[in-house]
Nanobody, 121 residues
Framework: QVTLVESGGGLVQAGGSLRLSCAAS????????MGWYRKAPGKQRELVAL???????NYADSVKGRFTISRDNAKNTVYLQMNSLKPDDTAVYYC???????????????WGQGTQVTVSS
């Protein structure tokens, strides 16, 4: 069983910043990637940013230049630094971790409970 604990969400004015954290613990032998998704009212869940075990990153076009994903391997933690926040960034943000078992087979993905980010105009 894998558990993801998210924190850092809250209310902020447009132009402000927040930093989300997600700490992973449990039965993953190795982590392939960690990332953030979000679900805004009336919209589908979308990928915001991810970082692979090799350090490669990927961002949604809407957040490029404003958000930065990073990881602390020693703590199995992924962060999302969000700057220049806009009202359109308002959503529930979910952490996701993808990993393998000790025998090399794919374990699957785990999801956090979600943390609310609200940006006021």
């Amino acid at each position: 069983q894998v558990t993801l604990v998210e924190s850092g969400g809250g209310l902020v004015q447009a132009g402000g910043s927040l930093r989300l954290s997600c700490a992973a613990s449990g039965s993953f032998f190795s982590i392939n990637a960690m990332g953030w998704y979000r679900k805004a009212p009336g919209k589908q869940r979308e990928l915001v940013a991810l970082v692979t075990s090799g350090g490669h990153t990927n961002y949604a076009d809407s957040v490029k230049g404003r958000f930065t994903i990073s990881r602390d391997n020693a703590k199995n933690t992924v962060y999302l630094q969000m700057n220049s926040l806009k009202p359109d960034d308002t959503a529930v943000y979910y952490c996701n971790v993808d990993g393998d078992r000790s025998d090399g087979t794919y374990y699957g993905s785990a999801w956090g409970q979600g943390t609310q980010v609200t940006v006021s105009s």
